[in-house]
């Protein structure tokens, strides 16, 4: 029997159920999170008044409003993404952000772009899920023109970045969290190796592909009952730990709690975090 799913349906429905809730709920508390590692490849595309982009997994919008901020009135941006929830206040706040930005729910992997329309393309962790990443980025540059250029941001290596690795640890002794995705499945660390993001922009028709790793320690939360409180709906196991027994829910509050714990000062609870600033220009 053929598999006749449209592409990335798993991740149309992952993104658009529990997780795409969450992640609305939530976008107060990831957005300060995230903010440095979407900032900095805001820089790495270094855009221009009057430029267009498209961004990839838009999200709830909030770089999609920076992107805006830096392209103008005479700009254009096109932000996509297959997350209804996300999409929904996105376009809200585009509404009273007063820029010009436009929200289409789409797969970035096989939308139909205005060809050779953009002058660059840009996603915050969003570029991971694809189920074919090469087909993705093909018909991403499509939309580029020759010259223009793509910068995104990834997680790096999974050991590299404890904040999510030791809560996720911790809770699998009361949940069971979805199998990790082989390196080359569609997940939070497809990205993570750097041959791997080479052969897939260069075999899309990227050229000048360059990584940057950028580290740095941030806050998960002020202290270790909010971190844990934070993270247990963030990580993979939000899904397993929203579906869960009020009793499963509290002993694994307790163990991320107890693995938190080294990592808290009278700062908060800092822990490392790892990305690849990407970049790549269209020949
Ligand atoms: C980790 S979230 C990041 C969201 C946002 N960029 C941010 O930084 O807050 C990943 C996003 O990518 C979107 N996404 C996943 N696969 C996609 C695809 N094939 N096309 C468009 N968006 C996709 C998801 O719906 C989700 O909004």
Known sequence: MTDTKPANADQREFWSDIKGQLWVELQPRIDPMLAPFGEKAIEALDLMPGERVIEIGC????????????????????????????LDKAMERGKTSGHPVRFIEADAQVYDFPRQHFDAAFSRFGVMFFDDPVAAFKNILGAVRPGGRVAYVCWADRKDNPWIRIPAGASKAYLELPPQPADDEPGQFSMQNEERVRTILSGAGWSDVTLERFDTECSLGGDVADATGFISQMG????????????????????????????????????????????????
């Open 59 to 86: 999200g709830n919008g909030t770089t999609t409003l920076a992107l805006a901020e830096r392209v103008g009135a005479e700009g254009e941006v096109l932000a996509v993404d297959l997350s209804r929830p996300m």
């Open 236 to 283: 993979p196991m939000s899904e397993p730990f929203a579906l869960a027994d009020e009793e499963t829910q509290r002993n694994t509050l307790r163990v991320i709690e107890e693995a938190l714990a080294p990592y808290a000062d009278s700062r908060g609870v800092y822990l490392g975090y790892s990305t690849w600033i990407v970049s790549a220009t269209r020949p």
